[in-house]
């Protein structure tokens, strides 16, 4: 991706962007789209796996001066105590493998300059 369009985004002085979802022009990310289970006998029984590009991220920085993303992922896992475990993730992302980001909201049209549409 465009440096200059990625400066603009998530600005070359090292601020940490929204929320969004990263698309990669790699196999970065395997989604499951369903449950395991095991059935009758002991047979585990797998969920779909569907492998994409797709990351989705909780927060995401731009470094400039080493044309790298770098993308943090939450995890929250529920405890059975109740309690929650929040687990990060990071991925280093070469700029020059990043296809589209996408925002959930408009408010990235404003760092670009662009009015939204009506």
Not at 67 to 95: E, F, N, P, Y
């Amino acid at each position: 991706m465009n440096a200059t369009l990625l400066s603009k985004l998530f600005g070359a002085n090292g601020r940490w962007g929204p929320a969004c979802t990263v698309v990669l022009d790699a196999d970065a990310n395997v989604q499951v789209s369903g449950t395991d289970a095991i059935v009758q006998g002991g047979l585990k029984s797998f969920a779909p796996r569907i492998i994409t590009g797709r990351v989705h991220v909780d927060a995401i920085r731009y470094m400039p001066e080493h044309s790298a993303l770098l993308l943090i992922q939450k995890t929250v896992i529920r405890q059975t105590t109740g309690d929650d475990l929040v687990r990060q993730t990071l991925l280093v992302v070469d700029a020059a493998h990043v296809a589209a980001i996408e925002f959930a909201e408009l408010g990235a049209l404003e760092l670009l300059g662009v009015p939204p549409p009506k």
